[in-house]
């Protein structure tokens, strides 16, 4: 099998003079900002005061999340150089360990990890477009909900139907060719990039709030409404205790951790450019500096942004923002309900950009996975524009399941399924973020004599610590929130039967 998958990565590498080299330094690193700001800046930090308990513990979240997320960057570059390639992560995790662990990959990504995080982006577009024009409702229905089981209904309501459109527009401009898609994310990426600036300039110099500055900065690590952080199981309650951020160190370490889900998640996708990869003009420079530059870039933002929330509001009201958003509470507090609408209209800017991003970089993946007779032939396959337009096709439809199941709550209420699923993003990530930084060694040790136009800055101390501190944040997160870690790894297992029959049938794959 590896002798096969290994003939079949020589005739993708033949083949990859089909795509259209467009990308350059500017649009890889607008294509990594683009991915990377959605609408979690904005509203993540309500839970993370929630979880930390203190202005200090807000800022230090952050940060941790930017030392990693950077750190993950410098590392991942070395690979990057090393396959230039469509498929990015993929890729790497194939060369290193098996085709297995690439597809395992693929797969996660496909089924939760891209399309459920654009299915997310598109809702908070549809819910924020609504704050302009009140018809888009999530209690308006086209179709009331339909409900199959216990758990799972399917419905169309006004605001799932606006965020198909815009999962459909997207999509069909993608498939037009990829300097259209990158035209558009380097004009909306610039324009949010603007706008988050906007935001930390206005909230920590326009609307800097004096008795929020004296409350959050006098006080930095006085702990106040922090959460309960209790184990996962009830079996575990019985050997772990239950803590809060003010439960000392302990409790502040392990507030810390949990508080990454949020942070961790706000800042992920900086990879995508790597899927990319054989549409860049110059990969084994350009994929590694888009992803330094692009986490440098994000993470600052993210930082200073905080601060600014921290220079126009107490900490309370960060906790208790309503629906947790804490950038609109801000601007409303410096302009009142005009405030709102500002907010409304950058993030309308923020989540178009970002899906933008995400549906061009996650479709090469597919792509790649197709080349190793690993997902449908068709998805295989360039359009005459020289993209993946069948696999932008595929990746938008399952979006749309995504979008249109719901699960149905002890109340009577419905959620959505992309948010259960979600939920578990962060620990399928972080697992496989650690097992492509190892792979770093690994290849150091099979390919020593590779070339590597880029080595990773720090090695091996950095890609080290970056696996320790990975590996800690997601040991927490299978004590204190195990159900997000199992929903995790239970997605990721699934896989396994799947490449089985791939790998046994993959060659009659319908196309």
């Known amino acids: 099998m590896a002798e096969s998958i290994s003939a079949v990565s020589a005739q993708a590498t033949k083949t990859e003079h089909g795509f259209v080299k467009a990308i350059g330094l500017f649009d890889g690193t607008m294509i990594v900002v683009g991915s990377m700001i959605g609408s979690g800046i904005f509203l993540v930090a309500a839970d993370i005061s929630r979880q930390t308990g203190s202005p200090g513990g807000l800022l230090l ?16 570059g070395e690979l990057a150089a090393l396959f230039p390639r469509a498929g990015g992560q993929y890729i790497y995790l ?23 995080t654009i299915a997310a982006v598109s809702i908070g577009f549809a819910r924020y477009l609504g704050v302009l ?15 199959f089981s216990s758990h799972f209904a399917i419905s169309l309501s006004v605001q799932q139907f606006v965020a198909i459109l815009m999962i459909a527009f997207l999509t069909f401009l993608n498939t037009r060719g990829v300097q259209l898609g990158k035209w558009i994310q380097n004009i909306f990426t610039s324009a949010k990039m603007l706008a988050l600036f906007g935001v930390i300039v206005l909230c920590i110099f326009v609307g800097r709030n004096a008795t929020a500055i004296a409350a959050n900065f006098t006080h930095l690590w006085a702990i106040r409404g922090a959460n309960t952080i209790e184990p996962g199981t009830n079996f575990l309650k019985s050997i772990l205790p239950t803590v809060t951020a003010a439960s000392g160190w302990y409790g502040l370490l392990l507030a810390l951790a949990v508080a990454q889900v949020g942070s961790l998640f706000s800042a992920d996708a ?11 003009k ?11 530059f692009g986490t440098l870039i994000v993470m600052t933002l993210y930082c200073l942004a905080n601060l600014a929330y921290l220079c126009a509001l107490p900490l309370e009201q960060i906790q208790n923002a309503p629906d947790d958003r804490v950038a609109t509470a801000a601007l409303s507090a410096i302009f009142g309900a005009k405030g709102a609408l500002m907010m409304a209209v950058a993030i309308i800017i923020s989540t178009f950009g970002c899906n933008n991003g995400l549906i061009l970089a996650g479709s090469r993946v597919a792509y790649a ?14 359009n005459d524009k020289g993209v993946p337009g069948t696999a932008l096709v595929f990746q938008g439809v399952w979006i749309v399941v995504l979008i249109l199941m719901r699960t149905r709550k002890p109340d009577g209420g419905y959620g959505n399924l992309y948010s259960n699923l979600l939920d578990y993003v962060v ?8 097992l492509t930084i190892a792979g770093i060694f690994v290849l150091r040790w099979k390919r020593p004599e590779a070339d590597r136009p880029y080595e990773a800055i720090g090695y091996p101390l950095l890609p080290l610590l970056y696996i320790v501190a990975a590996s800690g944040i997601m040991g927490v997160i ?10 995790g790894m239970v997605i990721v297992l699934l896989g396994l039967p799947v490449y089985w029959l791939w790998r046994r049938y993959g060659s009659a794959a319908p196309s």
């Not at 024009?133 to 409900?147: D, F, H, K, L, Q």
């Not at 620990?427 to 650690?434: D, E, H, I």
């Open 61 to 76: 979240t952050w940060i941790l999340s930017g030392i990693l997320t950077i750190a993950a960057a410098l590392a991942y």
């Open 94 to 116: 194939r060369e290193a360990f098996s085709p297995l662990w690439g597809f395992l990959y693929g797969w996660t990504l496909f089924l939760v990890i891209q399309s459920g």
């Open 133 to 147: 024009i009140p018809a888009i409702s999530p209690s308006t229905y086209i179709v009331p909900p339909i409900n």
């Open 270 to 280: 900086w990879n995508n450019i790597g899927f990319a990869a054989g549409e860049v």
């Open 282 to 292: 110059n990969p084994k420079r350009d994929v590694a500096l888009s992803m330094v």
């Open 369 to 382: 996975m197709a080349k190793d007779g690993l997902f449908f032939k068709a998805t295989g396959k360039l």
């Open 427 to 434: 620990f399928a990530a972080l697992l496989f973020y650690v």
């Open 478 to 487: 299978l004590l204190y929130k195990t159900s997000t870690a199992g929903g």
